[in-house]
């Protein structure tokens, strides 16, 4: 009981820290630069825009996401180009079709084989930003994110008036099925927890990310950067465009915010899609590496799994006559198991789902560590990254799958 009690305290301290000092991730409220909403701060002449699109068999979503896009209320030059990255479902003349009479360019251009040690989507925004040509902003977006019509003013505004080379926002991702309710908002929760916002935000800070659905970058800030060259084998590729961009030579002042404008409308109604969507990638962001691995679900255990136990069996404990460090275990885990719940509420908030949630995140958490160590066997299977038929391993080459 000593050790379950002290093991307890230094996971109710850490909980303190994380919510005191850890660039406060849990909040919600980075949304977007000072500026992206003051009509007065318009720009003088509104920069040029060009949407990257990369799509992969994306026909059956296009027709729900794409017209919002052709749709934006944006007063400068905008077009956009989607890259068909080998798709076998007609997604090129699906999109094709949708741009028919809108009156908005739209260009589709085929990624063709990635070069060796290039990652798909990577290779897929490289074309697409060659094939944009000439213009001030690029947008890199995914095929499944809808858009309010006036999102796009409102980046580029608040880019131009608060002088980002990059700004991102997390799209609000779908939250309808019983799993999606589940899931989602823990997915948002724990990527803030590894990137806080606040810190992305802060020029003066090494902390650099992205969202990969929603990105508009300087062009001029890319080209500093030496373009996509550099991130070429990126399997994570948001958050390595924002280290890049961040960093020297470009060094670049970047932006990640929140957003219930910017939605992604990919449905994932069973647990399978969600888990393969977490574990695609779970592994990669541990750089394939079992040190970090075991860390990491050790860690899980320890911050989230530890506290609830300890303040259920402590206090049952100390309840039946157990002396003083079964009353310091429950008290130090429910301490724990408090700041947790707290530092998840806004994040349920978002998602406009119940309080009653929030102590219930170790459950999630545990899932949550399920769905890494899968992410690490699919690696050594052989099956790492898989995504609609297309693996990747752990030096970024590719490797075709069974598409069916």
Known sequence: MPILAGAASAAALAWAYLLAAHGMYWRTGQRLPPG?????????????????VPARDEAAILPITLPGLLAQDYPGDFSVVLVDDASTDGTAAAATALAAGTGRSLQVAAAGEPPPGWAGKVHAMAQGLHAAGECDYVLFTDADIGYTPDALATLVRGAVADNRGLVSQMALLRAESRWERVVVPAFVYFFAQLYPFRQVNRPSARTAAAAGGCMLVRR?????????????????????LGRLL?????????????????????PYPRLANLWDMIARSAYTQLRYSPVLLALTLAGLLWLYALPPLAAVAGLAIWAAGGGAAAAWAGVAGLAGWTGMSVSFLPALRLYRLGW????????VALLYAL????????????????????????RGGQSPANRS
């Open 36 to 52: 992206a909403h003051d009509r007065s701060r318009d720009p003088a002449r509104w920069p040029s825009v060009v949407a990257v």
């Open 371 to 394: 769905m890494t160590a899968d992410s690490a066997r699919r690696h050594y299977a052989g099956r790492g990254g898989e995504w609609k038929g297309r693996t990747i391993n752990s």
């Open 220 to 240: 001029e800030a890319l080209i500093a950067a030496g373009g996509l060259d550099p991130i070429g084998g990126a399997r994570i590729d948001d958050v390595a």
């Open 356 to 363: 009653w949630r929030a102590p219930l995140l170790p459950l």
């Open 246 to 266: 961040k960093r020297p030579p470009s060094a670049a002042r970047i932006w990640l915010g929140f957003s219930t404008g910017v939605c992604s409308l990919r």
